[in-house]
């Protein structure tokens, strides 16, 4: 049984234009990051600054360089909240560094004063300290004096009536009509001032938004700048990453030709040489024991038979005809079909999707080998094959033809005992090198007891 389902991801808010109203629906958060800006870099700066002074007017002392330690990882406290704040205030996240990567095989000793070598962390005592303490006093006296006016004039309407006029002779309104027109506006003024406030209310909060938006992004594009991983290291990591996978591939492709190698050596290969033998001695035989002969030609004539067995069962290592002929979905149901243990499988890619052939004989191997591992290891009386697309593609909508940040998801599960695990040499190890060399994901669940759930994600 095969369903098809199309996955399609919404575009997400980041990607929108900002309109007016999506504008105003930040205000809030954008607000609750700008609010507590003062408290939060008073107590940053406050602690930061005591700890790191204290270390170095200790520094001759062992005490001083601890102090001075703590300041570092203190200002990296204050930064990584600083990333969440903004990430809850609507903005994309940013990336943090990798913190361990000065000394990631050292012992407790090399961590501990790994901040001193690592210049994240220079620079997160750079920001916490001095940084954002200018920037914040800036941008949390506009987010008060803006959200202060915004609602104090919207609302003098109806407070002004507790407040006493004394005997003033003059209105906020009429000076300011009589600065722009030259004309004195004889007004009360309660009402004068009612109006002049509200005008001014409603400017303040008509660009509320704008101001909010604009204030955060500054501390944004600052925190970009101090306290996100750089491009270097990215780049670093994803060079040992590929230089990882295409080591995996190669001791995946050895372990298989060694596999291989050995299997017609034990099989197919010593069917064939006694077949030779056999063969000989009926020849020799032919003339002067016939029965016997015949006999021997029976024998061969089964060792024939069970060397085309074998290397039937051989072949299926390789990529089976209808794979490339019906694709992925057919070859996984006529391998359920020859499975030992009773195998259902159900598609959810999307209708006239094309997965690339050299992920499409991938996929194939890894679930005939995960199923061939429940057949040996899981006591299991049924198995399920579950194949599926995560992700959307980059054109618009999602299209299935579409190229993208997507994956193919192979889920391979059975109702057996549980307990699986990798071990060097086996099945298990030998499906996570071949994944890895892909540049994919191997997600093991094995509870004693089971059940026992293989997830594969293979980029596309």
Same mark, same amino acid.
Request: glycine share 10%; proline share 5%; charged share 20%.
């Given at each position: 049984?095969?369903?098809?389902?199309?996955?399609?991801?919404?575009?997400?808010?980041?990607?929108?234009?900002?309109?007016?109203?999506?504008?105003?629906?930040?205000?809030?958060?954008?607000?609750?990051?700008?609010?507590?800006?003062?408290?939060?870099?008073?107590?940053?700066?406050?602690?930061?600054?005591?700890?790191?002074? %204290? $270390?170095?007017?200790?520094?001759? /002392? !062992?005490? &001083?360089?601890?102090? =001075?330690?703590?300041?570092?990882?203190?200002? @990296? +406290?204050?930064?990584?909240?600083?990333?969440?704040?903004?990430?809850?205030?609507?903005?994309?996240?940013?990336?943090?560094?990798?913190?361990?990567?000065?000394?990631?095989?050292?012992?407790?000793?090399?961590?501990?004063?790994?901040?001193?070598?690592?210049?994240?962390?220079?620079?997160?005592?750079?920001?916490?300290?001095?940084v954002n303490p200018i920037v914040g006093v800036v941008t949390w006296s506009i987010t008060i004096v803006w959200t202060s006016t915004a609602l104090g004039g919207l609302s003098y309407?109806?407070?002004?009536?507790?407040?006493?006029?004394?005997?003033?002779?003059?209105?906020?309104?009429?000076?300011?009509?009589?600065?722009?027109?030259?004309?004195?506006?004889?007004?009360?003024?309660? %009402? $004068?001032?009612?109006?002049?406030? /509200? !005008?001014? &209310?409603?400017?303040? =909060?008509?660009?509320?938004?704008?101001?909010? @938006? +604009?204030?955060?992004?500054?501390?944004?594009?600052?925190?970009?700048?101090?306290?996100?991983?750089?491009?270097?290291?990215?780049?670093?990591?994803?060079?040992?990453?590929?230089?990882?996978?295409?080591?995996?591939?190669?001791?995946?492709?050895?372990?298989?030709?060694?596999?291989?190698?050995?299997?017609?050596?034990?099989?197919?290969?010593?069917?064939?040489?006694?077949?030779?033998?056999?063969?000989?001695?009926?020849?020799?035989?032919?003339?002067?024991?016939?029965?016997?002969?015949?006999?021997?030609?029976?024998?061969?004539?089964?060792?024939?038979?069970?060397?085309?067995?074998?290397?039937?069962?051989?072949?299926?290592?390789?990529?089976?005809?209808?794979?490339?002929?019906?694709?992925?979905?057919?070859?996984?149901?006529? /391998?359920?079909?020859?499975?030992?243990?009773?195998?259902?499988?159900?598609?959810?890619?999307?209708?006239?999707?094309?997965?690339?052939?050299?992920?499409?004989?991938?996929?194939?191997?890894?679930?005939?080998?995960?199923?061939?591992?429940?057949?040996?290891?899981?006591?299991?009386?049924?198995?399920?094959?579950?194949?599926?697309?995560?992700?959307?593609?980059?054109?618009?909508?999602?299209?299935?033809?579409?190229?993208?940040?997507?994956?193919?998801?192979?889920?391979?599960?059975?109702?057996?005992?549980?307990?699986?695990?990798?071990?060097?040499?086996?099945?298990?190890?030998?499906?996570?090198?071949?994944?890895?060399?892909?540049?994919?994901?191997?997600?093991?669940?094995?509870?004693?007891?089971?059940?026992?759930?293989?997830?594969?994600?293979?980029?596309?």
């Open positions: 049984m095969t369903t098809t389902d199309t996955i399609i991801t919404p575009p997400s808010d980041s990607l929108r234009r900002p309109t007016y109203a999506r504008l105003w629906a930040g205000v809030p958060r954008e607000l609750g990051f700008l609010l507590p800006v003062l408290p939060i870099f008073i107590a940053g700066t406050t602690i930061t600054a005591t700890l790191f002074f %204290t $270390g170095i007017g200790m520094i001759v /002392l !062992i005490a &001083g360089i601890f102090i =001075a330690l703590a300041a570092l990882y203190v200002a @990296r +406290g204050f930064g990584i909240f600083e990333l969440m704040r903004l990430r809850a205030a609507g903005f994309p996240a940013i990336t943090a560094p990798a913190w361990d990567r000065a000394a990631p095989r050292a012992r407790w000793f090399g961590k501990l004063f790994a901040p001193v070598i690592d210049g994240h962390y220079w620079l997160y005592l750079l920001h916490t300290m001095v309407w109806f407070w002004q009536r507790f407040i006493p006029l004394g005997d003033r002779g003059w209105t906020f309104f009429g000076v300011t009509s009589e600065f722009f027109t030259g004309r004195v506006t004889e007004m009360d003024a309660r %009402t $004068g001032d009612s109006i002049f406030f /509200l !005008i001014t &209310g409603v400017i303040f =909060a008509v660009t509320l938004p704008f101001i909010t @938006r +604009g204030l955060t992004w500054v501390h944004h594009q600052i925190a970009r700048g101090m306290l996100s991983a750089w491009t270097s290291e990215s780049l670093r990591q994803q060079v040992s990453g590929l230089a990882s996978s295409r080591s995996a591939a190669v001791a995946a492709e050895g372990t298989a030709l060694r596999r291989l190698e050995r299997d017609i050596h034990d099989g197919p290969q010593q069917r064939l040489v006694r077949l030779q033998m056999d063969l000989a001695a009926a020849d020799r035989q032919l003339d002067t024991d016939p029965a016997a002969a015949r006999a021997l030609l029976d024998e061969a004539m089964q060792q024939s038979k069970d060397a085309l067995d074998e290397l039937r069962a051989l072949s299926r290592g390789f990529a089976p005809p209808i794979l490339m002929d019906r694709g992925l979905v057919a070859a996984l149901e006529s /391998l359920a079909v020859r499975a030992a243990v009773p195998t259902h499988v159900t598609s959810e890619l999307p209708e006239g999707m094309e997965v690339p052939p050299e992920v499409e004989r991938n996929a194939y191997f890894i679930a005939a080998e995960a199923l061939t591992n429940v057949a040996k290891h899981s006591g299991a009386n049924t198995a399920t094959v579950l194949v599926a697309v995560e992700g959307v593609s980059e054109d618009a909508g999602g299209s299935a033809g579409g190229s993208g940040t997507r994956s193919l998801v192979l889920t391979v599960s059975d109702n057996g005992h549980g307990g699986a695990a990798e071990v060097e040499g086996h099945g298990i190890a030998g499906l996570v090198e071949r994944v890895h060399g892909l540049g994919g994901i191997l997600d093991l669940t094995s509870p004693d007891g089971g059940p026992t759930v293989v997830l594969v994600r293979l980029p596309l």
